[in-house]
């Protein structure tokens, strides 16, 4: 029996498939996180240049690629809803900003912490962290600029403008150790073959698969809210059970 699976791009239909799918990414999102920890931190051994400081990669890189991905799957549901005037596209934009947001701090956060005993400096002006710094920027830009209009449309395609317009400087942080001769080193994980350890590579794999699962998760349960929020005026929402104030209903 084929499933037509345009009729969940409406908010009414897709609010109801977000709900039933979030407990299951959250679920193995936290199954994932506990095995990809306990490998990273008492299953893989110790780096022979790095000593044991190396292990805050486990963290730092998938926060890292999440950050960059999640800005391009921003931009491209923003797009989405710039061209073809979509609903659900602009409030899957503004769902991932908020979470694409708190992986490019953790990225930052974290690689300051690698880089003190690594470099001797909490912070450099090295290309891939100013171009990380810049993403972070973006995204605090996208979510400062739709909260600071109040029409939601007009908000969405100003928003998605920034969005689209900002995704250049996402290649220019993939690229940016090759372009420029920086201090920060190469890519970890490469199609051609790496040299880490197979408990490493578990280890890493395991928690940016976590990461997914878990940013998927948040993001489904944030755009219920943007949807509860947005037709809080419609007969559908008004017979949801459970929902009596919609008034409180936050983004």
């Not at 409030?91 to 900003?97: F, G, H, L, T, V």
């Not at 080193?185 to 051609?192: C, D, E, N, R, V």
Request: proline share 4%; with cysteine; hydrophobic share 60%.
């Amino acid at each position: 029996m084929a499933i037509n699976w345009f009729k969940y791009s409406a908010p009414t239909t897709f609010y109801g498939l977000a709900g039933k799918m979030i407990p299951w990414f959250a679920f193995f999102a936290a199954i994932l996180f506990a095995i990809g920890l306990y490998i990273g931190f008492f299953v893989a051994p110790m780096d022979a240049q790095q000593g044991e400081f190396y292990r805050i990669m486990f963290i730092h890189v998938p926060a890292s690629i999440l950050s960059m991905f999640l800005y391009l799957i921003m931009a491209g549901y923003a797009a989405l809803g710039l061209i073809f005037n979509t609903r659900l596209s602009a409030m899957m934009a503004s769902a991932i900003a908020p979470t694409g947001a708190l992986f490019a701090l953790i990225s930052l956060w974290t690689g300051a912490l690698w880089g003190k005993p690594m470099w001797g400096a909490w912070w450099l002006w090295d290309a891939r962290l100013t171009s990380e710094l810049i993403l972070l920027f973006l995204y605090l830009g996208f979510i400062a600029l739709h909260a600071s209009i109040e029409d939601p449309r007009r908000a969405d395609r100003a928003a998605a403008l920034l969005a689209i317009v900002g995704s250049v400087n996402v290649p220019i942080i993939y690229f940016s150790v090759t372009w420029w001769n920086t201090l920060h080193q190469g890519s970890t994980i490469k199609f051609s073959g790496t040299s880490m350890h197979i408990a490493m590579q578990q280890a890493m794999f395991t928690m940016l698969a976590a990461c997914w699962l878990y940013a998927i998760a948040v993001v489904l349960a944030r755009v219920r809210s943007i949807i509860l929020e947005r037709e809080r005026n419609t007969a559908w929402v008004t017979q949801l059970p459970g929902i009596a104030d919609l008034s409180e209903v936050k983004q």
